[in-house]
């Protein structure tokens, strides 16, 4: 058995729709921009420049509708609802047309923002990390397999406190899924594990401690988290 000096960290893992089993999770790569009104809302060119991307920690997954606490150093945590995609089969150089071929399966996520940090950072031309990579700043829904899912349509809905905040159609997505995944696995090897987050539809705003936040992407499932 090995020896690690400090315990060596937990596996991450996203629970399965109907399933005891848990799909592991390596990385977790964020697109940004990747709907035009919300390119717009925040100030940008919504062009179909090439995607860019980020990414947060394995574990800064919050799953089983757990709740999420509120995070420190800000006054302004942002919702952003968006499709998640999970990679099951790795590659480099992925051809669009293989692409759907690497997703295990998809589930709804929020990708949540402390966007005053990320504002600064902007300004600066500092690194996003601390704005979008914090601890619990990645609340998922149960995966549901590939099979069966067409991931080029669909409604995707955010609901606070009831009232809906955002709602779009994944046809909207400005990088759809497959090229979104070809594009990824030229600038990295993807792996089994991998999960992708793939951008917001427009409508982000803040939310305050005693929120309800509840996401549902129509057909593949829902995400629910409590800010506390
Ligand atoms: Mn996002």
Same mark, same amino acid.
């Given at each position: 058995?090995?020896?690690?000096?400090?315990?060596?960290?937990?596996?991450?893992?996203?629970? @399965?729709?109907?399933?005891?089993?848990?799909?592991?999770?390596?990385? +977790?790569? &964020?697109?940004?921009?990747?709907?035009?009104?919300?390119?717009?809302?925040?100030?940008?060119?919504?062009?179909?420049?090439?995607?860019?991307?980020?990414?947060?920690?394995?574990?800064?997954?919050? @799953?089983?509708?757990?709740?999420?606490?509120?995070?420190?150093?800000?006054?302004?945590?942002?919702?952003?609802?968006?499709?998640?995609?999970? +990679?099951?089969?790795?590659?480099?150089?992925?051809?669009?047309?293989?692409?759907?071929?690497?997703?295990?399966?998809? &589930?709804?996520?929020?990708?949540?923002?402390?966007?005053?940090?990320?504002?600064?950072?902007?300004?600066?031309?500092?690194?996003?990390?601390?704005?979008?990579?914090?601890?619990?700043?990645?609340?998922?829904?149960?995966?549901?397999?590939?099979?069966?899912?067409?991931?080029?349509?669909?409604? @995707?809905?955010?609901?606070?406190?009831?009232?809906?905040?955002?709602?779009?159609?994944?046809?909207?997505?400005?990088?759809? #899924?497959?090229?979104?995944?070809?594009?990824?696995?030229?600038?990295?090897?993807?792996?089994?594990?991998?999960?992708?987050?793939?951008?917001?539809?427009?409508?982000?705003?803040?939310?305050?401690?005693?929120?309800?936040?509840?996401?549902?992407?129509?057909?593949?499932?829902?995400?629910?988290?409590? +800010? #506390?």
């Amino acid at each position: 058995m090995t020896d690690y000096v400090v315990p060596p960290p937990a596996i991450s893992a996203v629970p @399965i729709m109907g399933s005891s089993q848990l799909f592991p999770v390596r990385r +977790i790569f &964020c697109v940004g921009r990747n709907y035009a009104e919300h390119a717009i809302e925040m100030g940008s060119d919504p062009t179909r420049e090439p995607p860019f991307y980020f990414t947060k920690p394995a574990d800064a997954l919050v @799953i089983n509708d757990g709740d999420m606490p509120y995070p420190s150093m800000s006054k302004s945590l942002h919702y952003e609802m968006e499709l998640v995609v999970a +990679i099951g089969t790795g590659g480099v150089n992925i051809a669009v047309a293989d692409a759907l071929k690497h997703a295990w399966g998809y &589930c709804a996520g929020l990708d949540m923002t402390r966007r005053d940090i990320q504002n600064e950072a902007k300004k600066t031309g500092r690194p996003w990390d601390m704005g979008k990579g914090f601890d619990h700043s990645a609340p998922m829904g149960a995966l549901v397999p590939a099979a069966g899912i067409d991931p080029a349509r669909g409604l @995707i809905e955010l609901k606070v406190n009831g009232k809906v905040v955002q709602s779009s159609d994944l046809s909207k997505l400005i990088w759809s #899924v497959p090229e979104v995944i070809s594009n990824l696995s030229h600038l990295v090897r993807l792996a089994p594990g991998d999960l992708i987050m793939t951008g917001t539809p427009e409508g982000v705003a803040a939310v305050v401690k005693g929120d309800l936040l509840e996401g549902v992407v129509a057909g593949v499932g829902t995400v629910r988290t409590r +800010i #506390v």
